[in-house]
């Protein structure tokens, strides 16, 4: 306890509203929940962000939640009416949180079941890349594909499941392909020099 009182310091929130998104889920009706941490003054029910108004409060514990109206700095909770927050969006007073360093590598096309019409998969993932801003979804509208962008197999498998779970849906991954930034920007030529056994070539 002298420890905890002699290295932790009481947090000194402003007195202007300020917080930051850190999640999107949904619930079991399909509303729409922004997770997020008040890091300054106080959030209350009714209160306008941007356009939107805030329509309840929920403070979660595991899967069950209690309702409040209004939540004070430091507190974690979850609000209804935020149609546009994203996660590292900083609210109020907030800046937004710095972009992630990782990138996606892979890019894989998503194979639907041949009864689902190819919208109703992409609205499916649109919901998902809400949630998670390391996923990427790409839609080729001249081929009506859905592409993906992934970290790796791990990500690949649970994406899988999630949609699955979620979305009742099996899909298939194809065509894996490396995401590079580099452009070729110029002509480049390479030249490589080979004398195996004595013999000489060279290729340009």
């Known amino acids: 306890l002298r420890c905890l009182s002699a290295y932790t310091v009481q947090p000194d929130y402003n007195e202007e509203f300020s917080a930051s998104v850190f999640k999107i889920t949904e619930d ?3 509303n729409r929940l922004t997770h997020l941490k008040v890091t300054g003054g ?20 595991g899967t069950k939640f209690t309702t409040t109206d209004e939540a004070q700095a ?24 710095p972009l992630p360093l990782l990138e996606p590598l892979f890019s894989y096309k998503i194979i639907l079941p041949p ?6 998969g992409l609205a499916a993932l649109r ?6 801003p390391q996923l990427h979804v790409l839609w080729d509208d001249h081929l009506k594909q859905i ?3 992934i970290m790796g197999k791990i990500q ?8 699955a779970q979620r979305f009742n849906l099996e899909v298939a991954f194809l065509d894996r392909r490396i995401y590079y930034k ?14 195996p056994l004595r013999h000489y070539a060279e290729c340009h």
């Open 42 to 61: 106080s959030l209350k029910v009714r209160s306008l962000i941007g356009d939107e108004k805030i329509n309840s409060i929920r403070i979660y514990s």
């Open 147 to 149: 592409h993906v962008q």
């Open 28 to 30: 079991e009706q399909g």
């Open 127 to 132: 919901k998902l890349e809400e949630e998670d």
């Open 74 to 97: 430091g507190t974690v909770c979850a609000v209804l009416g935020l149609s546009s927050a994203y996660t590292g969006q900083g609210l109020g007073a907030a800046a937004d949180s």
């Open 115 to 120: 009864h689902i019409d190819v919208y109703v």
């Open 156 to 163: 690949l498998e649970i994406l899988k499941s999630l949609i």
């Open 182 to 195: 580099e452009t070729i920007l110029n002509t480049v030529e390479g030249v490589g020099h080979f004398e």
